[in-house]
């Protein structure tokens, strides 16, 4: 049971993250390379669309498991620093999650 409860709280933060990630696209602090990598992550994230279709057996899955985390944790790593922390205040706040103040991803 505990491990659903963690898979279900990394779930709730990688939301944040996108969404700190969307917040990050619209600052003009962050260098244009930065927010079309963080505008390809969180459009495939948000999508209904897959690259990959789900039907095809475990490599449909890939996208949604693999290539999001890792493209947030990427396009994190290329946004400054202070408008990281700022974008992630503002994602919890409208999340209603104040109980981390760290990323899944770091």
Do not use: H, N, T
Request: charged share 25%.
């Amino acid at each position: 049971m505990k491990a659903l409860e963690r898979w279900k709280r990394r779930a709730g933060q990688l939301r944040v993250e996108a969404y700190a990630l969307y917040l990050a696209c619209k600052d003009p602090r962050v260098p244009w390379y930065a927010k079309a990598l963080a505008a390809a992550v969180v459009g495939q994230a948000l999508s209904p669309i897959d690259l990959i279709p789900d039907f095809i057996p475990i490599l449909g899955y890939l996208d949604d498991l693999l290539l999001v985390p890792l493209g947030i944790a990427l396009a994190l790593k290329m946004i400054p620093q202070a408008v990281l922390d700022e974008c992630r205040g503002k994602a919890q706040e409208a999340w209603g999650r104040k109980d981390s103040d760290k990323s899944v991803l770091d």
